[in-house]
């Protein structure tokens, strides 16, 4: 018998121990997987912290191979196979991974002790998940020999340790927010070499089936996902396609002028047959929302004045007009065939410059971002372009003065104003159940507190902190199940909230760590008129997107669909193999019921 297995694993272990027969009292775990629910959420929450100090450790030892191996031949290192690549083969066949799976963990490796410590640090100590550090490596190797690298370092690492929950999305947008404000001019120049560079493209795949991609502007990939989905919904109830079918399909009709039809063979379906070039044509304007501050819609700014900005006064019709006065507010909407875009104060990032040292000096000037919804973080420049678009529209929110805007719809206190839904969705950015990553332009407008449609005035009313965006599928576990949401005005930080979760079992986690008011605090001022004491309207065709009152049901078991689509697939095959001659296994050749 081989024992390469044995030597491999006994190779990986400290002491010669296994795993498995290490005293779990040692590591602190839990003897024994009799646990309460309770118990098993710690030990998983506790884990993932551990996962985290592992994978520090792993980091760690990957890096000290490179300071060992590499950094002396890397200066001088010109043979085919270097100190680099023969480094990475070593942890490639140590681990029994593949050549590019090792030199990936060496580049984090060393992006992370030589250019983002304080990220590692937090990776330590359990802050961050391993899941989210390769999202920040890759944002941020831009920033590598800058002069205000340790500054990006810096502020994600502090941003990382704030109290809450995080997603990919947020960590994403959270990396880009803090490269792209600090180097306009290079981002500029970035975005023109990926605009040149766009293409669209073909790949044979598995199975008969292939891929059709294209790379195009933020906005425009948000526009054609929006015509897709738009068409695709056209479907009744009983279609049988997977969203991402029916989304495959539409786009075929939409290039080859085909119609799109629901495939439940019902003869009273409406949906049977669906013209895709009349959907489109008769739609309505395609919406991209894009929330900015009214000084990027200016340019960048003198890194010196940034901590203190101006903010401007902008008209509905121009992009920028008189300086105002600070701390006056106005939200616009910029439209890319349509772009919503809320202009606030830009922000003033603090940097610990003890941390960052005195050679992480500023760049001469520092630039705004904007907001996607659904896509993330654009650069100023990139904002400004949408500006001057022609199709382009700038919708202030507000006058700039210190009036409330109104909360509600005047004939409807359980529905809020356009100015309150535009306010919360571009706060949350997206469903702010911990950990989720669906859009909050694509979701509900949830009631924190359910309203009382008899008397709004005993709580749950339509409010700046009475509303958080959810998607469909949050909103209604939190409607029909026993998760318990709570949010509420920071006392530490006025104008900005404090969101928790609480599942059924009595455990609570906080809500985002990051959201809207990290990019623009401006956010914080805009203020709102109390909701009506009275009055009620039970109409409930104007009210924001909500759950039934009834919970949805399944049209059968999860496990009964699983296994009729099954049948489906194996009578499908059987017909397949039919119409090509082939015969079915023999009873000894079948494989045993695993």
């Given amino acids: 018998m081989s024992d390469r297995g044995v030597g491999a694993a006994g190779a990986a272990q400290v002491g010669g121990v296994p795993w498995p027969e290490r005293d779990p009292a040692t590591l602190r775990l839990p003897p024994s997987f009799d646990l309460p629910v309770d118990g098993h959420l710690d030990a998983l929450a506790d884990l993932a912290a551990g996962a985290g100090y592992l994978e520090w450790r792993r980091y760690r030892h990957v890096a000290a191979l490179h300071t060992e191996l590499v950094v002396p031949e890397e200066d001088h290192d010109e043979r085919a196979v270097d100190a680099y690549a023969q480094c990475a083969a070593r942890i490639a066949t140590a681990l029994s991974v593949s050549q590019y799976v090792a030199e990936r963990l060496l580049d984090n490796a060393v992006a992370l002790r030589d250019r983002l410590p304080r990220v590692f640090e937090c990776l330590r100590d359990g802050v961050v998940s391993p899941t989210f550090i390769r999202t920040i490596v890759s944002r941020t190797e831009l920033i590598h020999g800058r002069p205000y ?10 941003a990382l340790r704030k109290p809450g929950s995080w997603s990919t999305a947020r960590v994403r947008d959270l990396c880009d927010q803090m490269v792209y404000r600090r180097d306009p001019d290079a981002v500029r120049e970035r975005r023109e070499e990926a605009l040149k560079g766009r293409c669209f493209f073909t790949e044979a795949g598995l199975d008969g089936m292939g891929t059709v991609g294209a790379t195009m502007s933020a906005e425009r990939a948000a526009i054609v996902a929006r015509v897709v989905e738009r068409l695709a919904a056209q479907v009744c109830k ?24 629901c495939d439940c063979a019902r003869p009273e379906c409406a949906f049977a047959a669906v013209d895709a070039d009349e959907v489109a044509a008769n739609a309505a304007r395609i919406v991209i929302h894009v929330v900015t501050d009214t000084t990027t819609l200016i340019g960048p700014v003198p890194a010196n004045t940034a901590a203190h900005p101006q903010a401007q006064n902008v008209e509905t019709t121009a992009v920028a007009a008189d300086q105002g006065v600070a701390d006056e507010v106005t939200v616009e909407e910029v439209v ?38 659904g896509l993330g973080i654009i650069s100023g420049a990139h904002v400004r372009d949408l500006a001057t678009d022609p199709g382009t529209i700038i919708r202030p929110l507000g006058d700039g003065t210190d009036t409330p805007l109104p909360a509600t719809q005047p004939a409807d206190p359980y529905r809020p104003s356009a100015a309150l839904d535009a306010y919360v969705r571009a706060r949350d950015r997206y469903c702010t159940w911990p950990g989720c990553n669906r859009p909050a332009w694509d979701g509900d407008l949830d009631h924190i507190t359910e309203y009382d ?3 709004p005035e005993r709580g749950g009313q339509t409010s700046a902190t009475g509303l958080g965006a959810k998607c469909r599928f949050h909103h209604l576990l939190k409607t029909f199940a026993d998760f318990v949401d709570d949010q509420y005005d920071d006392p530490d930080h006025p104008g900005r909230i404090i969101r928790t979760v609480t599942i059924p079992e009595g455990r609570t986690v906080l809500g985002p760590a990051y959201t809207g008011f990290d990019t623009h605090p401006g956010l914080d001022v805009i203020v709102f008129g109390d909701p ?25 078991p999860r496990t009964e669909q699983k296994h009729a689509r099954r ?11 039919n119409l090509n001659g082939v015969r079915p296994p023999e009873p000894d050749d079948a494989p045993p019921p695993f």
């Fill in 567 to 577: 049948r489906q697939e194996r009578n499908r095959n059987r017909l397949r193999n």
């Fill in 238 to 261: 009983h279609d049988s396609r997977s969203t991402g079918a029916r989304a495959s399909d539409a786009l075929f009709a939409l290039v080859k002028h085909a119609p799109f039809g």
């Fill in 336 to 373: 890319v065939d349509e772009a919503a875009a809320v202009a606030v104060e830009p922000e003033a990032v603090p940097v610990d410059e003890a941390a960052v040292g005195e050679a992480a000096a500023e760049p001469e000037l520092v630039d705004g971002v904007g907001f996607v919804a």
């Fill in 532 to 556: 009506p004491t009275n009055g009620k309207n039970t109409s409930s065709t104007h009210r924001t997107p909500t759950p039934d009152s009834t919970e949805p049901t399944r049209p059968a």
């Fill in 453 to 455: 449609h008899t008397h």
């Fill in 149 to 158: 690298q340790g500054q990006v370092d810096a502020d994600i690492a502090a």
